[in-house]
């Protein structure tokens, strides 16, 4: 069902209301038959987005709530988050920073609500991969993650004007014969320290790299 307007030729054009055959509601503007401009699409499932489409498609500024509590406010590229945007999730924890299709991709910022931490730094597909800080009540931690955790050298800094540094390594699994059949367990990285110092200037990150 539609109504709104039509151009001469008789597709959906301007300003219209449409019901679509799964249920879903769209309210907006469109242009040549497809929902282009501004507009509101309300999801059968209690999902909705309103914002800015292009050929049917999310794209442009735009805010989608999710059917679990869950929303995102930023930008949009061809139905996917991708540009700048922030995520509130269901549990409470919020995301602000890049996007690349759907996933957090880039420099961001996300917050864990249960504990206060946060953690400063790259993205890669989703991954808290690169450079990073991780912000908890008292004290930090500088250096850099791999696949999700710290990976490498890195220090804490403490609030009472002290910094621990070391390195996180990742132990090497013991292997056992009869367990061939069952995955290895994910090993989490071990701290390593190598000196507590009194606050230091973090070097810039090239003086890190190891030369080729």
Do not use: M
Not at 17 to 37: F, H, I, M, Q, V
Not at 132 to 141: C, K, Q, S, T, W
């Amino acid at each position: 069902e539609y109504e709104g307007d039509r151009n001469s030729e008789g597709e959906r054009h301007g300003f219209g209301k449409a019901r679509l055959p799964n249920g879903d509601t769209y309210e907006g503007e469109y242009e040549r038959g497809l929902r282009s401009g501004r507009g509101t699409y309300r999801f059968k499932n209690g999902a909705l987005y309103t914002g800015n489409y292009l050929q049917n498609k999310k794209h442009g500024k735009g805010v989608f709530f999710y059917p679990d509590g869950s929303k995102y406010a930023g930008d949009w590229v061809h139905d996917q988050r991708q540009g700048f945007g922030e995520y509130l999730y269901a549990n409470g924890d919020t995301y602000t920073g890049e996007w690349a299709n759907n996933k957090r991709h880039g420099q961001g910022t996300y917050v864990y609500k249960d504990t206060g931490s946060k953690y400063v730094g790259c993205w890669v597909n989703g991954i808290q991969e690169g450079p990073a800080e991780l912000i908890h009540l008292n004290h930090r931690f500088k250096g850099r993650f791999l696949n999700g955790k710290p990976l490498g050298h890195g220090k804490f800094i403490f609030d009472i004007g002290c910094e621990q540094h070391g390195e996180y390594i990742q132990p090497v699994q013991d292997k056992e014969e009869e367990d061939e059949d069952e995955p290895p367990l994910p090993v989490e990285p071990k701290w390593k320290v190598s000196e507590i110092t009194k606050l230091t200037p973090w070097p810039p990150l090239d003086e890190e790299l190891p030369s080729p």
